[in-house]
């Protein structure tokens, strides 16, 4: 059996669709690099992802040492101006 919808009724498929989509659970990630220091990146994680100092300091350490960090959960919607205040320091991250 074969569905046709109107139009209408398509694009309001596509947009509930892509609701869906940005309500998935993404992740935040932080990639180490040999530029940026420590005390530059917790500043900056406090700042944009309202980490406390201990939850920053850790994120920090765990990107150093692993390579990478995903330091925050959400939707798309939520977490790119995040991420691109992040980039804005000087610091390389990425929406997953």
Same mark, same amino acid.
């Given at each position: 059996?074969?569905? =046709? &919808?109107? #139009?209408?009724?398509?694009?309001?498929?596509?947009?509930l @669709?892509?609701? &869906?989509v940005d309500?998935?659970e #993404?992740?935040? @990630?932080?990639f180490n690099?040999?530029i940026n220091?420590?005390d530059?990146? =917790?500043?900056? &994680? !406090?700042?944009v992802?309202? #980490?406390?100092?201990e939850?920053a300091?850790?994120?920090? &350490? !765990? !990107? #150093?040492?692993?390579?990478?960090c995903a330091?925050?959960?959400? =939707?798309?919607?939520d977490?790119?101006?995040m991420?691109?205040s !992040?980039?804005?320091?000087?610091?390389q991250?990425?929406?997953?």
């Amino acid at each position: 059996m074969m569905v =046709t &919808l109107g #139009h209408t009724q398509f694009e309001e498929a596509e947009l509930l @669709v892509e609701e &869906l989509v940005d309500q998935e659970e #993404h992740e935040l @990630v932080v990639f180490n690099d040999d530029i940026n220091t420590f005390d530059h990146v =917790t500043k900056v &994680l !406090i700042k944009v992802c309202k #980490h406390s100092q201990e939850q920053a300091e850790q994120c920090t &350490l !765990i !990107i #150093h040492y692993k390579g990478k960090c995903a330091v925050k959960k959400g =939707t798309a919607r939520d977490l790119k101006p995040m991420c691109q205040s !992040i980039l804005d320091a000087g610091i390389q991250a990425a929406v997953v």
